[in-house]
Each structure stands twice: as structure tokens, then as C-alpha cells.
């Protein structure tokens, strides 16, 4: 296995900077083997962390990286993520177990609310404080939460504990960098950056076309696309989770991990896509 980069969690447990997302897969039977051989290739080359969630094709996402990980559990940080309207209770126990069994697993590392729900974060805390005593998650966290919302979690007894919050993050959609990163960076909890590729161009138009983009890519000799995952995860608390569905694609996000943007780079990058200076809405799909 390579050494990638790597973020720090608050536990002190080490993830790589890059991971793979795995939203869409699973869901074209025609299509299962090359998904898997790509998410291998991806372990191979040190992409061990792997995002999923209950939600992705209805179970199918978890049910394809359950075939894609066989015999190689030790090895990975396998990220799953609860419906907002199970996350307390019986049904929080209940969509965790289904998940690992899905997953082909006795335990995830990471298990995160969706997104906020009418369910008090008191409950969810509670209930993904009794996943971890029984064994069935390693640590819990957040994802779509903005500022306000992370400061009602932290609010509740037991909130400090969220491990990360991941939100939409890309060189095209930097509102984060306002108030939540800063916010997040004050209480030591890491970002999850998901859609870092601004799902290829179908998201906020074609990146990758940007004059900024390709004259750094050009620069480093490397893919723009590689530009915006080594932009992602300049920092030290940022954890990005391309998804791939081909072994090219996977082989060259890999590469991206230990791209070092120079101050001049980022300087370009920032001119072509600033930071907003003002608040805005948290961004999401
Ligand atoms: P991404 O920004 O990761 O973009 C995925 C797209 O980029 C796919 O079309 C993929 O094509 C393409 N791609 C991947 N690598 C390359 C490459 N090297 N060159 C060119 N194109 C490439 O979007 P996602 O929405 O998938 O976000 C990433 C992950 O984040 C999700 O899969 C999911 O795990 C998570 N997520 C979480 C959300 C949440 O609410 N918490 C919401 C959305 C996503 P191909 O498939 O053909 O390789």
C-alpha cells in the first residue's frame, strides 16, 4: 500500500487525506466488476477510507463495497452514514446492523447523521454513544450541518465527542471557509470534503475548463481534475472523497494526494475562485 497524506481525527486515529465516495455504485448490475475492481485498486493505492450511507441505492452502495472488501476489513475506515429520521432509538440500532451486514462487517469506523432531522440531537448522541459501548462504531459524526447547527450539537451533553462534520466542499463552493471551517478548526473537528470534484463538471459547470486550473495542472504535469483534490486537502484537517467508478479515474485521484500546491499556485486559484467575505448558506446536493 502507498503512504498518502493523512488527517488527524480528534481520537488521534490517522485517515488519509483522500478517501473514495461511493454515492451511485452499486447500482448498474452491467457495471458491478469494474466498480470493484476500482475500488481495490483504490485500497491499493492507499484510498482505505471509504464513504457510503444507508440512503445510496437504497443499501446497494454498501452491498457492492461488502463484495469489494473481502478479506481486506483490517486494512480499511469504512464510513457509513444514518437517515436523519432513524437516527435515535431502536431504529439507529436497527440501520446500523443492517448496514454492517450489508458491509459484510462486524463494526464501522465512523458513523454519521445524514443530515439534520426532528430528532433531537440528545437522542442521536445517546444512541451513537451506545453503538460505540457495543462495539458496532469505533466514533460517530455529522454531516450537512452548517455553523449554527454544529453549535446546537455541541450544545448537548455529549456532542463535543462528533468526530467530523462533511459538507460540500470545492474550488467552486468555498462558503464553508467563512464561518463553519474556522468554526470547526476552533473545536478540533476535522472536514469531510464530499463532491471535491464538483461531481465532474455537473455541478457548477466544467472546473477542469478554467484557465487557473489548467495552467497550475500544467505546471505540476498532472490531470486538472488531480488540481482540484490537492487544493481540496491543502490543509491538514480536510479529508476529500472523490468517487471513481473506473480504475483510471481512481489510479489518478490517487496520485492527487501528494500534489503540493505553492503559495503562487494557491494565490492563482483563490484569484480565479475567491472565498466569499461574507456568510452564505451551506451548500449541498
Ligand atoms: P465527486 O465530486 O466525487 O464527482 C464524481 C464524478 O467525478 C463522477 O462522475 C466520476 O466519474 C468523476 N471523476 C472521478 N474521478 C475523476 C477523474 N480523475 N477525472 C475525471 N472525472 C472523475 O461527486 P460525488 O457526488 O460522488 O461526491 C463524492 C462522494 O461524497 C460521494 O460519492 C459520496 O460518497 C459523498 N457524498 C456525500 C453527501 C452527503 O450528503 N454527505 C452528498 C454527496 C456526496 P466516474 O464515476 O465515471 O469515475
Not at 451511485?24 to 471509504?50: A, F, N, P, S, V
Request: net charge negative.
Amino acid at each position: 500500500m502507498s503512504s498518502i497524506k493523512t488527517v488527524t481525527l480528534p481520537d488521534g486515529t490517522l485517515v488519509p487525506a483522500l478517501g473514495q465516495g461511493t454515492w451511485y455504485m452499486g447500482d448498474d448490475k452491467h457495471r458491478e466488476q469494474e466498480e470493484i475492481t476500482t475500488l481495490q485498486r483504490g485500497i491499493e493505492l492507499g484510498l482505505t477510507l471509504i464513504d457510503t450511507a444507508e440512503m445510496y441505492g437504497n443499501g446497494r452502495s454498501e452491498l457492492l463495497i461488502g463484495k469489494a472488501i473481502k478479506g481486506l476489513r483490517d486494512k480499511l475506515f469504512l464510513v457509513s452514514k444514518v437517515y436523519p429520521h432513524n437516527a435515535g432509538g431502536r431504529n439507529l440500532v436497527n440501520s446500523c446492523e443492517a448496514s454492517l451486514k450489508r458491509l459484510g462487517t462486524d463494526y464501522l469506523d465512523l458513523y454519521l447523521l445524514h443530515w439534520r432531522g426532528q430528532i433531537p440531537y440528545e437522542e442521536t448522541v445517546r444512541g451513537m454513544e451506545a453503538l460505540i459501548q457495543a462495539g458496532k462504531i469505533k466514533r460517530w459524526g455529522v454531516s450537512n450541518l452548517d455553523d449554527e447547527d454544529m453549535q446546537d450539537l455541541l450544545s448537548v451533553r455529549g456532542g463535543s465527542k462528533c468526530a467530523v462534520n462533511q459538507v460540500l466542499y470545492h474550488l467552486g463552493s468555498r462558503g464553508i471557509e467563512y464561518e463553519l471551517l474556522p468554526w470547526q478548526r476552533q473545536h478540533g473537528i476535522p472536514t469531510m470534503a464530499y463532491c471535491p470534484l464538483a461531481q465532474a463538471g455537473a455541478l457548477q459547470g466544467d472546473l477542469t475548463a478554467d484557465s487557473a486550473v489548467k495552467q497550475v495542472a500544467q505546471e505540476h504535469g498532472v490531470d486538472p481534475y488531480q488540481i482540484l483534490l490537492a487544493w481540496c486537502i491543502r490543509h491538514d484537517d480536510i479529508i476529500a472523497i472523490p468517487k471513481a467508478s473506473s480504475v483510471a479515474h481512481v489510479e489518478s485521484n490517487a496520485n492527487a494526494a501528494n500534489i503540493v500546491l505553492t503559495a503562487a499556485q494557491r494565490d492563482l486559484l483563490d484569484q480565479a475562485f475567491p472565498a466569499p467575505d461574507y456568510p452564505v448558506p451551506l451548500d449541498i446536493v
